[in-house]
């Protein structure tokens, strides 16, 4: 049996924006108000907690749709409550739970271009994902953990780690 970009993707996506879920069910029921949340970073130059969601889902959305070669729902970044984070959560989700696994077909070796800002990178499909687009998205999900962890929210490594499935 084959294990391909989309076994590879898809699932891992799906299991982190559950987590990030699950994340913020733990944020609302701790003491931790939500404009002190909205707030919340782990160093003054690091993006706030609600932008390593918002990154975090955008990663996940953005990185399925490229390996597709097709566009990805765009959001405004302005997402003000809990509920809205859901909302972009949700989006993210339903965009990868919707994307049938042949859509991927191909997608290891397409090419991919990121224009950033200082830079443009350069990818095969592949490369993209591996490299870039997991190791992204797993940088934002931990942030917005560690966040919370250095907020007092009580959150362990079984609530990063979500469900784990044993084969």
């Not at 701790?30 to 909205?38: G, I, N, R, T």
Request: glycine share 4%; with cysteine; charged share 25%.
């Amino acid at each position: 049996m084959s294990f391909s970009l989309y076994d590879t993707s898809a699932p891992m996506f799906i299991r982190g924006l559950d987590v990030l879920d699950h994340l913020l069910d733990k944020a609302e029921a701790s003491d931790l108000s939500e404009a002190a949340l909205f707030e919340a970073r782990l160093a003054e130059d690091m993006r706030p907690f609600p932008d390593q969601i918002r990154m975090a889902a955008f990663a996940a959305r953005s990185c399925m749709a490229r390996l597709a070669g097709i566009d990805w729902p765009r959001t405004d970044d302005s997402e003000a409550s809990i509920r809205d984070l859901r909302a972009t959560i949700a989006l993210t989700r339903d965009v990868i739970s919707q994307m049938p696994p042949d859509a991927l077909d191909g997608a290891e070796t397409r090419p991919i271009t990121l224009k950033l800002p200082s830079m443009e990178l350069n990818f095969i499909g592949e490369g993209y994902l591996t490299s870039f687009a997991l190791p992204n998205f797993y940088f934002h999900l931990s942030m917005a953990y560690a966040i919370l962890r250095s907020r007092g929210v009580d959150v362990g490594k079984r609530d990063f780690l979500g469900n784990i499935t044993l084969v």
